[in-house]
T-cell receptor
Framework: RKEVEQDPGPFNVPEGATVAFNCTYS??????FFWYRQDCRKEPKLLMS???SGNEDGRFTAQLNRASQYISLLIRDSKLSDSATYLC????????????FGKGTKLSVKP | DTGVSQDPRHKITKRGQNVTFRCDPI?????LYWYRQTLGQGPEFLTY????????KSRLLSDRFSAERPKGSFSTLEIQRTEQGDSAMYLC???????????FGPGTRLLVL
């Protein structure tokens, strides 16, 4: 079983659509969870951290279910500028600090 | 620009040559990480430093790879006797010791011919 698994992409959606990405992780010791965004041929950039209580940042909502080891990202009212690859990221567990990345899910928002 | 910087941004080399990459982290960040990313994959952890101490190395880091952070500021990653399979984007990230958020540099794209 891979350590972080994400929905296979690509997701092709029209502007204004709502899109959801799912992710599961295998290490129950993981304590920190993130969604990063990566544009083509660029570095990953933090989109948002994910907390147990769930958190929202504008059109983006992240949820964490520790019991199911499941993370989600919801994007409402998609914009053309949301087109990117979204990476689900968890920490390795313990104090190492290194992150485990999923393969990413590519989102393409069309006019 | 006060973000993470990497140099060079692109490197083309012939198989068997040695290459060295440099990373300058955000100045107050104690932790520095190296990752490798190939096409269609997420970044894969290679190694990390806390100040000048190298605390963790991945199994991906073969004996041809070496990383240093001699003064706890910038870091170098050297690959000796490069192989075609080393072709990838090499990403550096940094974070505060007590915080989890890692900030990535623009990466060095390596092509081994």
């Amino acid at each position: 079983r891979k350590e972080v698994e994400q929905d296979p992409g690509p997701f092709n959606v029209p502007e204004g659509a709502t899109v959801a990405f799912n992710c599961t992780y295998s290490n129950s010791a993981s304590q920190s969870f993130f969604w990063y965004r990566q544009d083509c041929r660029k570095e990953p950039k933090l989109l948002m951290s994910v907390y147990s209580s769930g958190n929202e940042d504008g059109r983006f909502t992240a949820q964490l279910n520790r019991a199911s080891q499941y993370i989600s990202l919801l994007i409402r009212d998609s914009k053309l500028s949301d087109s990117a690859t979204y990476l689900c990221v968890v920490d390795y567990g313990g104090s190492q600090g290194n992150l485990i990345f999923g393969k990413g899910t590519k989102l393409s928002v069309k006019p | 620009d006060t973000g993470v910087s990497q140099d060079p941004r692109h490197k083309i080399t012939k198989r068997g040559q040695n290459v060295t990459f440099r990373c300058d982290p955000i100045s107050e960040h104690n932790r520095l990480y190296w990752y490798r990313q190939t096409l269609g994959q997420g970044p894969e952890f290679l190694t990390y430093f806390q100040n000048e101490a190298q605390l963790e190395k991945s199994r991906l880091l073969s004996d041809r790879f070496s990383a240093e952070r001699p003064k706890g500021s910038f870091s170098t990653l050297e690959i000796q006797r490069t192989e075609q399979g080393d072709s990838a984007m090499y990403l550096c990230a940094s974070s505060l010791m007590t915080a989890e958020t890692q900030y990535f540099g623009p990466g060095t794209r390596l092509l081994v011919l």
